[in-house]
């Protein structure tokens, strides 16, 4: 799996866009980029994930560079309940794959 | 929604006896995964299973460590021998292909 590197930690005020960099220069074609959130201890949460489109949920969208060596998880409207550690994951997918966690950026929302 | 359970939330063992970590995936999901995150470090996979038998393993999924569905529900991992450097929270995550859905964890204390 391609090497992520993410800011070690953010700050974003409450109700602004979060907007959480994430470089994996080294990305193959068949390598997907994977964001999850882990809150305080609690199980790693599934966020995004995008192949090469940018991608939209009902919890963030993920803007991919048309290189794909970097990609922008944005968190449109930040909850202090938004407050956690980060995970910029780059897998080929596939489903017996295991996720490769780095050290991930923590987000803190100012109220 | 539907979510991963997992029990008991807190296991305290003495070192080198074995214990037994249990995880009820949601239903439908095919794939099933084991993570452990010792206090204060990253996240890291310990194994994936798929139609009933191991599909990756890690470095740290040593011949102490095993996993099993006994009854087709549960998804249990077992460590035979604990050791003091055991002591982590162990997630257990299950998935269909491209998400994988975390538990909240048990906290392994080994004295």
Redesign the interface.
């Known amino acids: 799996d391609a090497k992520t590197t993410q800011p070690p930690s953010m700050d974003c005020a409450e109700g602004r866009a979060a907007n959480l960099p994430c470089n994996h220069s080294t990305i193959s074609g068949n390598e ?1 980029v994977y964001w999850y959130r ?1 809150i305080h ?6 966020i995004i ?1 995008g192949l090469k489109n940018n991608e939209t949920n009902e919890m963030a969208s993920l803007i991919i560079t048309e290189d794909r060596k970097s990609s922008t998880l944005i968190l449109p409207h930040a909850t202090l309940r938004d407050t956690a550690v980060y ?1 910029c994951i780059v897998t080929s ?11 991930g950026t923590h987000l803190i929302i100012q109220p | 929604e539907p979510e991963v359970t997992q029990t008991p939330s807190h296991q305290v063992t003495q070192m080198g006896q074995e214990v037994i970590l249990r995880c009820v995936p949601i239903s439908n999901h095919l794939y099933f995964y084991w993570y452990r995150q010792i206090l204060g470090q990253k996240v890291e996979f310990l194994v994936s299973f798929y139609n009933n038998e191991i599909s990756e393993k890690s470095e740290i999924f040593d011949d102490q460590f095993s996993v099993e569905r006994p009854d087709g529900s549960n998804f249990t991992l077992k460590i035979r021998s604990t050791k003091l450097e055991d002591s982590a929270m162990y997630f257990c995550a299950t998935g269909k292909r491209n998400e994988q859905f975390f538990g909240p964890g048990t906290r392994l204390t080994v004295l």
């Open positions: 997907y882990q201890s609690q199980g790693p949460q599934y994930h995970y997918g596939g489903g017996a794959d295991g996720l490769t966690f780095g050290k």
